[in-house]
């Protein structure tokens, strides 16, 4: 249909041909084998009223088709999701370790019975006054009701209902918990006190300090990697060999499926983000390849992960990376701070910096949104509450 010829009536997707006065129905008939919708456009109806007996029949028969097809309760359902969520979509384990949750706890054994054609916005409702009796947070009774919306758009998608009854609904609301979030001076702190460590080892070097070697030379480059490169943790897991030069190629992920274990993937937003690093950075990171290879005799080709378990010749797990990572961490700077919330540390000192436009923090951190930067990723710190304390006093020592 071009737009140019036609004008909107009162009506959805019925639309009148300026010159003509004919009418045409431009409607979804379904969804090709990608999920896209997939549109007709019937033309030359000669009043509106025939559009209309013809959107309104088309409709009918498309409900009748679903019902027939479709009686199966939203037990059986959810086993089909999984499926597609595993099989498909390939969702990380942790992901569906929460659908799991929330679905054989809470929805499946209070609605599972519930044919998923006969559900409605009152089953959303119900849904919440069950949540309401239990002792859940906020943000857990958020992610059941979120879970359950998703199952439902799959539904929507697969032509097995009509809407989702969930988004009749509001979701419960929660406030975010708070990041840890430490500065340049803080990480430069956790750096110093790796390389002393290293330095203490080095001098006494035997089979025994290879390992403590090994481990501190793998965190002093994550962290780096972390904080000073914003990667993520499957981002950094997913690093090979020759992607690592002057511009550091990140174009695959390394993440945890269900039945699978560890799988290589595209990035979060399936894009390769190119990121350009000094040869300061860059040397810590060729240190790390070094020690590797001259202390655990193999050498890296171009096609290997940075991050080789030496024994086992795979890449580490993120357990493990985690566990070394947050010893050092509660050792040099005496607080907990997630990988993921270095991520967040690194963009609010980008920020705080003043050197960098929001935009560019954006691209560097691979979002697809600038809003998910300034509203997720930028933390409101002390450093920043103190400049309004120095503005307020300020203007108290210009009035004296």
């Known amino acids: 249909m071009d737009k140019r010829y036609y004008e909107k009536t009162k009506y959805p997707n019925i639309y009148k041909h300026k010159k003509k006065g004919t009418y045409i129905v431009d409607m979804t008939v379904g969804y090709d084998h990608d999920g896209n919708r997939v549109r007709t456009t019937v033309k030359d109806f000669t009043t509106e009223k025939e559009a209309l007996k013809f959107q309104a029949k088309s409709k009918l028969n498309h409900n009748v088709a679903i019902k027939k097809r479709n009686n199966f309760t939203i037990e059986e359902g959810y086993k089909k999701y999984r499926d597609y969520c595993i099989n ?192 300061n950075i860059l040397s810590y990171i060729n240190e790390y390849k070094n020690f590797m290879e001259e202390n655990y005799m193999f050498h890296y080709d171009q096609n290997d992960y940075l991050f080789i378990n030496p024994d086992t010749k795979k890449v580490f797990s993120e357990n493990t990376i985690r566990k070394h990572v947050y010893k050092l961490l509660d050792d040099s700077i005496g607080f907990h701070v997630k990988l993921h919330e270095l991520r967040h540390s690194s963009a609010t000192e980008m920020y705080n910096s003043g050197n960098f436009e929001e935009y560019d923090i954006s691209k560097w951190l691979g979002h697809s949104s600038v809003n998910t930067t300034r509203e997720i990723y930028v933390h409101f710190t002390n450093k920043r509450k103190q400049r309004f304390e120095t503005y307020m006093d300020n203007i108290f020592d210009d009035k004296k």
């Open 88 to 279: 498909v979509k390939h969702h990380e384990y942790k992901t569906m370790k929460k659908k799991d949750y929330s679905f054989n706890n809470h929805i499946i054994p209070n609605f599972g019975n519930r044919i998923v054609q006969k559900c409605d916005k009152e089953t959303a409702i119900e849904l919440h006054k069950y949540l309401d009796t239990t002792n859940l947070s906020s943000r857990t009774k958020n992610d059941i009701h979120k879970h359950l919306s998703a199952f439902f758009n799959w539904c929507v998608k697969e032509e097995y209902m009509n809407s989702n009854p969930c988004s009749k609904v509001d979701n419960y609301k929660y406030e975010k918990g708070n990041y840890n979030i430490i500065d340049s001076e803080q990480f430069k702190t956790i750096i110093n006190y790796i390389n002393k460590k290293i330095d203490t080892f080095k001098e006494n070097k035997n089979e025994s300090i290879i390992k403590q070697l090994q481990i501190l030379f793998m965190c002093r480059t994550v962290l780096i990697l972390t904080f000073i490169g914003s990667l993520r943790l499957e981002e950094f897991l997913g690093l090979k060999i020759k992607n690592i030069n002057n511009i550091v190629k990140i174009n695959s992920a390394i993440v945890f499926q269900t039945g699978k274990g560890y799988i290589e993937k595209t990035t979060k937003t399936d894009k390769i983000r190119e990121l350009l690093f000094s040869d």
